[in-house]
Each structure stands twice: as structure tokens, then as C-alpha cells.
């Protein structure tokens, strides 16, 4: 088992930045590909970005590319999520997983989920 807990939310203007943490905790946390998803209003969960257990492998979405880069920290057993450059259309909220397969941006492939934060862009 492993528990995830999100923290960094909050309110932005569009152009700035924000980070996100994930703190896993359980057994062998280290072992897990994490990834962030999010969830806009009305809309369906849908994947951001990716790190594989080693971290020497990330992916992204091609809505946040070149924006947003996801990073761990195994020592800490923590994942983070850099924000940078938002937009209005990033409001969401942001869920961490963990899966047992690196390089997945299906839903269905992760294990474990945190509660998620909230992230909402001003324009």
C-alpha cells in the first residue's frame, strides 16, 4: 500500500508559477512510476505528466510541454510538479498516482491516488 498526499494548490495569475508536491509514504514508495493527472470543471480526469522510478524518464502531455516539468526526489519519497507559465485552462485539480509501470498515461494503470489540490488561474 501507498499513501499519496498533494500539496501546493492555490490561486495563480495567468503567466506565473506554482509547485506541486506529493508525498508517498508505505511500503517501497521509491519503487512506483508517479504521475500527475488533473481535472478541470466539467471536465474528465485526464493525464499531465509522468516520472519513471528511476527518474531518468519523464512524459508529458502536449498541453503542458515545454511548461511544466515533473521531478522525485527518492531520498524524500517525494514527486514534485513545476508550474510555469499557467494559463486559465490549467484550473484543475491535481491528483498524484502511483503505478506499477513507467510511462502510462491511462487512468486504469494507476494503483494509488492522493486526494488531489486545488489549482485555479486567474486571467
Known amino acids: 500500500q501507498v499513501q499519496l498526499n498533494e500539496s501546493g494548490g492555490g490561486l495563480v495569475q495567468a503567466g506565473g508559477s506554482l509547485r506541486l508536491s506529493c508525498a508517498a509514504s508505505g511500503r517501497a514508495a521509491n519503487v512506483y512510476a508517479m504521475a500527475w493527472f488533473r481535472q478541470g470543471p466539467g471536465k474528465e480526469r485526464e493525464f499531465v505528466a509522468a516520472i519513471s522510478p528511476d527518474a531518468f524518464s519523464t512524459y508529458y502531455a502536449d498541453s503542458v510541454k515545454g511548461r511544466f516539468t515533473i521531478s522525485r526526489d527518492n531520498a524524500k519519497n517525494t514527486v514534485w510538479l513545476q508550474m510555469n507559465n499557467v494559463k486559465p485552462e490549467d484550473t484543475a485539480v491535481y491528483y498524484c498516482?502511483?503505478?506499477?509501470?513507467?510511462?502510462?498515461?491511462?487512468?486504469?494503470?494507476?494503483?494509488?491516488w492522493g486526494q488531489g489540490t486545488q489549482v485555479t488561474v486567474s486571467s
Open positions: 498516482a502511483a503505478s506499477f509501470w513507467a510511462g502510462r498515461i491511462n487512468l486504469e494503470d494507476y494503483a494509488y
